[in-house]
């Protein structure tokens, strides 16, 4: 059973630029969810992904977007970067049901200059 | 929004203590978890316990879904216990949840 896997682990972008994260889900988990730690805070639930279609969001302006594959597999885009979008983008996944376990990957550390 | 409020904010123990560690929320949930994110920023999910107590090892966690608390003791604490323990609830699936902001433990040899 393969984990949750994120790519890349470090991405260094300047303010205005575009960025694309990506995360494989635990195999057998059709639901995948993104969020946003800040240094020092828990971290933040920027949107979750089921069955390919957007299922929630958080407090996070439009130009964070989404998608998920078939394969369950997701993407986070973040266009228009701003200094305060630096932090670590975890992703998570679970089967989608209303009990069951969150599984996080080891995040993607965005440094944005 | 749902608040979630942990305590204390930063502990300091010797190997070999005792802790407890507290999360309460502003209103009724559905799911509660508690993680530990490792130094190196992994979140493992340590228990899912909307109610009641669960054991595994030397941890263990009781949520008092009435009264809005979940407590996480961890007995005969180990260097390796070092890191932020975070309890996350949510009134949908486990996936859409709030984070409190963490208890940072350090656990000196």
């Known amino acids: 059973e393969t984990g949750v896997t994120q790519s890349p682990t470090h991405l260094i972008k300047t303010r205005g630029q575009q960025v694309t994260l990506r995360c494989s889900s635990q195999?057998?988990?059709?639901?995948v969810s993104w969020y946003q730690q800040a240094l020092g805070q828990g971290p933040q639930f920027i949107f979750q992904?089921?069955?390919?279609?957007?299922?929630g969001r958080g407090n996070f302006p439009p130009r964070f977007s989404g998608l998920q594959f078939p394969n369950y597999s997701s993407e986070l885009n973040v266009n228009a970067l701003e200094l305060d979008d630096s932090a670590l983008y975890l992703c998570?996944?679970?089967?989608?049901?209303?009990?069951?376990?969150?599984?996080f990957g080891s995040g993607t550390q965005l440094s944005v200059l | 929004g749902i608040q979630v409020e942990q305590s204390p904010p930063d502990l300091i123990l010797q190997e070999g203590a005792n802790s407890t560690l507290r999360c309460n929320f502003s209103?009724?949930?559905?799911?509660l978890q508690w993680f530990h994110q490792n130094p190196w920023g992994q979140l493992i999910n340590l228990f899912y316990?909307?109610?009641g107590t669960k054991q595994n090892g030397r941890l263990s966690a009781t949520t008092v879904a009435t009264e809005r608390y979940s407590l996480l003791y961890i007995s005969s604490s180990q260097t390796t216990d070092s890191g932020v323990y975070f309890c996350?609830?949510?009134?949908?699936?486990?996936?859409?949840?709030?984070f409190g902001d963490g208890t940072t433990l350090t656990v000196k040899p």
């Open positions: 998570a996944s679970s089967s989608g049901a209303s009990h069951e376990k969150l599984f």
């Open positions: 195999s057998g988990h059709n639901t």
């Open positions: 992904y089921y069955r390919e279609e957007e299922n």
């Open positions: 209103d009724s949930v559905n799911n």
């Open positions: 316990i909307p109610s």
């Open positions: 996350a609830v949510g009134v949908s699936n486990a996936g859409k949840s709030t």
